[in-house]
């Protein structure tokens, strides 16, 4: 890639699902004969490390939002109380978080973890203007624990603190690359939009995002491409304007 690629985004918020920070099944299946059972797929962090600084030496500020579905997701099948299950998903969130700044670190980035419930002796509270300049000095900032309130997607907390933070777009990294017509993986016709409402998601429940998330994004006016994760280059590639994926905007 040339190194005068300059970015279309100055200001981005990154949402990484947990799923795609999770170990392939494949190579679940491996490490599980040798009794490894990792949440996290290390060479993936590696990689999103790697690419994330890559971008933050373009002149790009990187401000992440990741899930927590390699870990935890809602009741996972059984009657917990929802409250306190999301309390769970927060806490997992913050583990992500945590491991993100790690690798981050090992690559010479200079990273604050945030948290929406506080933790002091693990990161910092998130205060908008403090995220701000954390930005502004060239850090990334990881956000933990979703908004910090049970009832709320991490998709929606990331278009919240999109919006608070004044970014550009929300690059949304999932384990599929874009937003179909239907669900691919049981729909051979399903098509890729290129560009897709917000209102038309809601209307034909695509499922993409959380509705929550696309009802705010839209009275809001927030810009959302949602591309794959599962080569972390797409990061860099979606900041340069050269990814493939779906541009999600307000009607």
């Not at 990161?123 to 009832?151: D, M, Q, T, W």
Request: hydrophobic share 40%; aromatic share 6%.
């Amino acid at each position: 890639m040339s190194e005068n690629m300059k970015p279309i985004y100055k200001r981005v918020l990154l949402k990484l699902s947990g799923e795609a920070l999770a170990p392939s099944e494949e190579k679940r299946l491996e490490l599980a004969k040798k009794g490894e059972h990792p949440i996290l797929d290390y060479d993936m962090l590696e990689q999103v490390a790697e690419v994330v600084k890559k971008c933050v030496e373009i002149g790009t500020q990187i401000c992440i939002i990741v899930g927590a579905g390699n870990i935890w997701r809602g009741r996972q099948g059984t009657n917990m109380d929802r409250t306190r299950a999301d309390h769970m998903g927060m806490l997992a969130t913050t583990i992500n978080a945590l491991a993100l700044q790690d690798f981050f670190e090992q690559k010479g980035v200079d990273t604050r973890v945030m948290t929406a419930v506080e933790m002091k002796q693990y990161a910092e509270p998130y205060i908008r203007n403090r995220a701000v300049s954390h930005l502004e000095k060239g850090r990334v900032v990881i956000l933990g624990g979703g908004l910090g309130i049970p009832f709320i997607s991490t998709d929606t907390a990331a278009a919240v603190r999109a919006a608070e933070v004044n970014a550009d777009v929300i690059l949304m990294g999932k384990n599929i690359d874009g937003i179909y017509t239907a669900d691919p993986r049981k729909d051979p016709g399903a098509v890729r939009y290129k560009e897709v409402s917000y209102k038309e998601i809601l209307e034909k429940d695509l499922k993409a995002i959380d509705s929550t998330a696309a009802s705010f994004g839209n009275e809001n006016h927030i810009k959302t491409f949602v591309f794959e994760l599962k080569e972390p280059e797409n990061i860099y590639n979606a900041i340069i304007g050269k990814a493939e994926g779906t541009t999600i905007g307000a009607e």
